[in-house]
């Protein structure tokens, strides 16, 4: 089992930037892939970006943060990050961590992963 906690969310204006944290505790973090997914009002829960586990730490991104959003990870603190430079007021949404064992699947679809935090707000206004 593995237990997600993020941090980081809150307001800012159309052109700030925010970084959220995805802390984890419960297994070897190294062996997860994670990613971040976000849900805006009466929408639903979209990809944003993923980052494999392991010692390769490949990255991949929704084309709409191409180029604004930056997902990392620091093993050795279990935590992952997802940097948001440049935001949109269509960023506004609450932003979910999600993990799954390394390895599992090379899909990015909501349901490929096991587990999830509670999720933290963002909202940008214009």
């Known amino acids: 089992q593995v237990q997600l906690v993020e941090s980081g969310g809150g307001l800012v204006q159309a052109g700030g930037s925010l970084r959220l944290s995805c802390a984890t505790s419960?297994?070897?973090?190294?062996?997860?892939?994670m990613a971040w997914f976000r849900q805006a009002p009466g929408k639903e829960r979209e990809f944003v970006a993923h980052i494999t586990g392991g010692s390769g730490m490949s990255t991949t991104y929704v084309d709409s943060v191409k180029g604004r959003f930056a997902i990392s990870r620091d093993n050795a603190k279990n935590t992952m990050y997802l940097q948001m430079n440049s935001l949109k007021p269509e960023d506004t949404a609450v932003y979910y961590c999600?993990?799954?064992?390394?390895?599992?699947?090379?899909?990015?679809?909501?349901?490929?992963?096991?587990?999830w935090g509670q999720g933290t707000q963002v909202t940008v206004s214009s």
């Open positions: 999600a993990a799954r064992p390394y390895g599992t699947t090379i899909l990015l679809s909501r349901t490929s992963y096991n587990y």
């Open positions: 419960g297994r070897t973090f190294s062996n997860y892939d």
